[in-house]
């Protein structure tokens, strides 16, 4: 049996495309957290409900421009598709940079930490995700893993789906 975490009193901001986000990475470690006693808040961009690749829906609490780094103690972007809206957006950009020099937990599943690599918080990290952005987090710097997660510090990276309740545990670790 595992111990319980208590997260009562910890904010995780969960940045999600406003469509086609991936489904389980999402949900999972949503469920995670809101086990955890973790306050999570949804962030999208220019959406009131976002969509996901399989149907899921999710309201969105704010939009990306409103939300503040320091109102959080972590920050997680969450793969899919959609979320490569996110690549070049620098609210994005600049949410990632902000927690990771304030020594918060930053966190992306599958293409989610693309959007770390872009914000240059992997230079010589040990990272994870989708096989498709093993490129880009090398030339970012990262040392690629290829594991289902990876965590680094105050960074937790995921590779996809199936590592989704893992991710979810990682950060809720990661948060203690």
């Known amino acids: 049996m595992e111990e319980k975490v208590d997260l009562a009193g910890k904010k995780i901001l969960v940045v999600v495309a406003p469509q086609n986000f991936r489904d389980e990475e999402f949900f999972e470690p949503k469920r995670v957290f809101d086990e955890a006693g973790a306050t999570v808040v949804i962030a999208s961009k220019g959406v ?15 939009d990306l421009s409103e939300v503040k780094a320091s109102d959080f103690d972590a920050v997680v972007f969450v793969g899919g598709g959609g979320a490569t809206i996110y690549f ?37 990290r040990r990272a994870t995700a989708f096989a498709s952005e093993k490129d880009v987090l090398e030339a970012a710097g990262a040392i690629y893993t290829g594991e ?27 948060l203690k």
Do not use: S, W, Y
């Open 48 to 62: 009131m409900e976002a969509v996901g690749l399989l149907g899921g829906k999710t309201e969105v609490d704010k």
């Open 88 to 124: 070049d957006e620098p609210l994005a950009l600049n949410m990632a940079k902000t927690m990771f020099v304030a020594g918060k937990v930053v966190a992306g599943i599958c293409v989610g930490p693309t959007i770390l690599a872009r914000a240059d918080v992997l230079n010589g």
């Open 148 to 174: 289902a997660v990876t965590v680094d510090g105050q960074i937790v990276t995921a590779r996809g789906p199936e590592a989704a309740t893992a991710f979810g545990r990682a950060i809720v670790e990661a």
